[in-house]
């Protein structure tokens, strides 16, 4: 018996440093699934955010065409987002072509993200 313990007496140490080595491979690796977790809930509300501003776009590029929109100069804000309608003058080209120009902002952390759409509208005589 005595034979024994003396032949395991040294597995306590290696049975602590496996523990302890676990220890560490769990940390790092919860640590890397959180931050991956914490990475796509930042991705993900971005996305819906430019999703968003995209259909705000796309509706105030549609009420320009139709000639719905509000002057040029106007802004629309919303809770959120600031939509804002701008219009250069007629362009000497003969045609009456003005120069419209749709902006849409909101914040994002410390800075404003934007998407920003122009065309040229036609002046019907």
């Known amino acids: 018996m005595m034979c024994l313990a003396g032949r395991y007496a040294n597995l306590k140490g290696h049975i602590l440093l496996e523990a302890l080595l676990v220890i560490v491979v769990l940390s790092v690796g919860l640590t890397v699934i959180i931050r991956s977790f914490l990475t ?9 955010h430019y999703f968003q501003a995209e259909s705000i776009l796309d509706n105030a590029m549609f009420e320009v065409l139709s000639g719905t929109a509000p002057a040029p100069g106007d802004t629309l804000e919303n809770t959120f987002f600031q939509t804002a309608v701008t219009a250069a003058g007629a362009k000497e080209d003969g045609f009456g072509a003005a120069d419209v120009r749709v902006d849409v902002s909101w914040p994002a952390g410390t800075h ?7 065309t040229l509208v036609f002046k019907h005589e």
């Open 112 to 118: 404003r993200r934007r998407l920003t759409a122009s």
């Open 40 to 48: 796509d809930v930042t991705a993900a509300d971005t996305v819906k």
